[in-house]
């Protein structure tokens, strides 16, 4: 199966700046979302599941460390990377502390840029893969790595569908990124798979105490009563 592009979120209101970096990545075959001010920027990342956000300080409407923090706040982890103009000491401190991942100074290069994302993802990857593997779920217990759920064995797909509802515990996980993630597609047919597995979890766990809720329109969430 072909690997789903990663996508990418950059947000700068310079156009020539922007123009540069959407080829760039088209180039290097990401998907690209390109606005122009930090109120949209956050709209977008909101509603939807970037692998990355590329963004400048000084923007319309809203900066991009309000943008940040607002994110960070909303509980999305994806890596940010600041572009700006912006090089005293003070700013790149700002900058890290709304919580970028990494600060780079304009003018820069590209292929800087382009290796400095390879590492960050990398670490990404790495992070995700030391999570834990084995979740208590009310009275049910999910081995990722084995593939369980109450000792029923699972299909990888329901695996990777409870896996990801399960490091998001009690929070929104959004249609779009479970599709992305699982099928690289969001279409009718994908969604009523989906809606088709997450009853089959349900089934199995059937445990009062713990719920896969179905928010209308923008995804679901896995919440276990205390």
Not at 108 to 121: D, H, T, V
Request: aromatic fraction near 8%; hydrophobic fraction near 40%; proline fraction near 2%.
């Amino acid at each position: 199966m072909q690997k789903a592009k990663l996508s990418v979120l950059v947000c700068d209101d310079d156009a020539n700046v922007a123009s540069l970096m959407t080829e760039f990545f088209m180039k290097e075959n990401f998907k690209v979302d390109c606005v122009s001010n930090g109120r949209e920027g956050l709209e977008l990342a909101l509603k939807s599941s970037y692998d990355l956000c590329i963004t400048d300080v000084l923007m319309p409407e809203m900066t991009g460390l309000e943008m940040i923090k607002e994110l960070r706040e909303s509980g999305k982890n994806m890596p940010i990377i600041i572009v700006s103009e912006r090089a005293t000491r003070e700013d790149i401190i700002l900058g890290y502390k709304a919580g970028c991942d990494d600060y780079i100074i304009k003018p820069f290069s590209m292929e800087i840029l382009y290796y400095k994302i390879q590492a960050i993802l990398r670490r990404a990857e790495l992070n995700i893969e030391k999570q834990d593997v084995c979740f208590q779920l009310g009275n049910s217990v999910f081995d990722s790595r084995q593939q369980t759920l109450n000792g029923q064995r699972l299909s990888s797909r329901e695996n990777e569908l409870l896996l990801i509802l399960c490091r998001k515990q009690g929070q929104l996980v959004e249609r779009s990124h479970i599709l992305k993630s699982l099928w690289s597609a969001d279409n009718y047919f994908t969604s009523r798979s989906l809606s088709v597995y997450i009853n089959h979890l349900r089934n199995i766990i059937n445990d009062p105490h713990v719920q896969i809720i179905a928010v209308h329109g923008r995804g679901y969430k896995i919440v276990v009563d205390e």
